[in-house]
């Protein structure tokens, strides 16, 4: 019996890939030079697409193939997929959640601590001629200090979590108050939650209600040596007011995981001192990645055995 069809839409790990190319027939469409032709060839067999986080599907593509039936996220944000093109054609679409979550807390703090104690300019003075320049300037201290996580979802809760290890006065801001165990504040504003913090985390997922939730009033009032932190999508961050406050100082710092046309990032932030930036790697471990490679294959075996999904998104 023929294999299921799949589209696969970047590329993935050799073990990860293996595990699909054993069950499926996978066609990998970021090699292919003439998509368009590719499509007019192969589009009505395709019943699946395995995609990622950051690439997703769009309307396009999924209007593009007549008889696809599920998407599979290698990746917990489903901001990049179409949903309601996916809806009205009745096609399932499944992510990856939790199996990432603490990966991606952990580099946050790692981010905030990198620029808090400016880890990479001192890692370059020690390999550099230490002897003659003399002591590292200065750096200002981030245990103690107060911090705002803009979404606490299972990442900003994790984030939050950590923070409390470092003796830090932790608030939030989400659609409502949460029943915490922990004393953590509620802000339900942005505005309000930076003016009260000195590190800001964004870890919200991104939706048409919170892009550019991050914008100039939010880091006016995060002020000269406020710090934002993020980790969730690029899309939450107003970027080009982002960088018009980096280069004014008028915003202390940022450590960024995410940007507007990534991997392509805007020129701008490579002339920056006051930036620590990532190449959007929060998942990116061993063991994180390949729980999520086995998320993505489970939830399109599922499907396919007529199962339930692991992971639904819908
Ligand atoms: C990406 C992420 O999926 O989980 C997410 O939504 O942003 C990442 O894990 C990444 O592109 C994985 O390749």
Redesign the pocket.
Known sequence: MSKVEILQM?PYSERDEKMLEGAFTVHRYFDQKDKASFLKDHADSIKAIAT????GADKALIDALPNLEVIS?????YDAVDIDAAKERGVRVT??PDV?TKD?ADLAVAMMLALGRRVNEAADWSRGDWATKGMFPLTRRVHGKRAGILGLGRIGYEIARRLQGFDMEISYSARAPHELEENWGFIADPVELAKNSDVLFVSLAASKETHHIVNKDVMDALGPDGMVINIS?ASNIDEIALLDALEAKTLGSAALD?FDGEPDINPRFLNLDNVLLQP?H???TVET?EA?GDLVFENLKAHFDGKELPTPVV
Do not use: A, K
């Open positions: 970047g990622r986080g950051d690439l996220i290698y990746g917990v944000g992510n990856t990432l991606v999508r995410v959007h929060g998942s990116g990645r999520m």
